[in-house]
């Protein structure tokens, strides 16, 4: 910017130096005022379109971030799931003492019982039954909404079968 203000001061010594006549000197300074405001006129309309377009590309720029930030945060996801260690399971339990319902990570199976985080009673888990209850799940000990409405559900349709059975038997006992 200094060397710009030398060179104009040069310009206006010069145009002194060469213009004898008074009236031709100021008539030749206030023209040159005139086309050095133009310039600067222009400059400011370049530099405030150029702010204007930075300002636009910044914006969207932050958009594009967003948006790759969003796509690396599912493809995080992704490859979580696909690579997640694969001896940790995750199982929601639903605690017999306080019906509590929980998740919690299970490693491979090793762990024979959970501690229910609500009311710290101790669950067995077991491994080589699947929703096999010699009680018939209605006892507290494997108790929850889900296995009471299959077992009943059950029972009705093996009391049907009996009466159903039953019937047939006093049919045939009818026939003979």
């Known amino acids: 910017m200094s060397d710009i203000k030398g060179k104009y001061k040069r310009i206006l010594e010069d145009l002194e130096n060469n213009i004898k006549d008074p009236e031709d000197l100021l008539y030749t300074k206030e023209k040159f005022m005139e086309l050095t405001l133009i310039f600067m006129d222009i400059i400011d309309r370049l530099t405030a379109l150029t702010d204007a377009r930075i300002k636009e590309i ?70 080589n039954s699947e929703e096999e209850f010699s009680c018939g799940g209605d006892c507290s000990h494997c108790y929850n909404d889900e296995v009471a409405e299959d077992n009943a559900e059950y029972r009705n349709s093996e009391n049907e079968k009996k009466k159903e059975d039953k019937q047939e038997e006093n049919n045939e006992d009818e026939d003979m």
């Not at 998740?103 to 669950?123: L, Q």
């Open 58 to 127: 910044e914006e969207r720029q932050e958009e594009i971030n967003n948006k790759i930030s969003n796509v690396q945060s599912m493809v995080d996801e992704i490859e979580g799931d696909i690579y997640e260690d694969e001896d940790e399971y995750e199982f929601e339990i639903i605690c017999p003492y306080c019906n509590y319902e929980f998740t919690t990570n299970i490693e491979d199976g090793e762990k024979d019982e959970v501690k229910c985080p609500n009311c710290n009673n101790i669950i067995e888990l077991d491994w």
